[in-house]
């Protein structure tokens, strides 16, 4: 497996849903590194920036075998995620912030691959993407630079910088809504070629229940959505796509292969709280019984 590195902060997570309200650490980073707890997680690093508040969390992830730097921080994130009957809706408040990342903290960091986990949009800057670049493959989840903080409140706007950034980003994934205020179309095949257009090599653009695509090369790879048995919560399902999605193309899976890994996790996910928490195994045989369901 090529060497994976995820960067990003980790939070305090408020989660508010219909049937459950719980405080938790979430984020990127932490989601991502979860998701990837029961694998062969050889070779997979985990950098985040978090206050002394919430260093448990990271003694519990290293405790379960995955290798964490700290880049300390004032505070920590903290985000309140309220959810309504629809898990592909939701609203946020930003409570506290944590300080970004730069090229200079992370100059020590090596890797082939690079997942930038954004929550915010000052998390990281168009020099840290260079840089980042210049070293190895950049994927990035666009979620956090359509989010600037305005008091408490996330107010949704477009990334300043995309078109400067692309070129260096290898790796791009952007949710329906993300892909709209990125590209001005609702059209996902149109969306995915503006922003291929634009210098980035593979676009994955999840699209909630209707599934997901995967556009490189100029192919597109249509990703079907297995339906999950009970919608718990959807906190961290962008980052249990992306962790399925790099861990198997890292291992040499097709972008079919990698897509369909990564859309059965995120349905087992779907299915219980907190962070994903299964096995290669049980996604397997989800994608096997899918499979034979269908025939």
Known sequence: MKNICCIGHITLDKVITPRFEAHMPGGTAFYFAKALKNFD?????LVTSLGESEMGVVEELRSEGIDV??????????FENKYGEDMNNRTQRVLAKADPFTAENLRDINADIYHLGTLLADDFDLDTIKALAAKGTVAVDVQGYLRKVTGEDVVHVDYDKKR?????ISILKANEKEMEVLTGTTDPRRAAKILSGWGCREVLLTLGDKGSIIYTEGVF??????????LVDATGCGDTYMAGY???RSRGAS???????????CT???????????TEEDVEKLIRNSIKNSQ
């Open 41 to 45: 997680h050889t070779g997979f690093t």
């Open 268 to 278: 087992l996910k779907l299915q219980d709280k907190g962070p994903f928490s299964g």
């Open 246 to 248: 790099l861990y198997k």
């Open 69 to 78: 730097k700290v880049i300390p921080s004032r505070k920590s994130v903290y």
């Open 221 to 230: 790879h249509e990703i079907p959505a297995l339906p999950p048995a009970d």
């Open 164 to 168: 400067e950034a692309m070129p260096y």
């Open 255 to 265: 972008y079919q292969e990698a897509g369909t890994f990564a859309a059965a996790m």
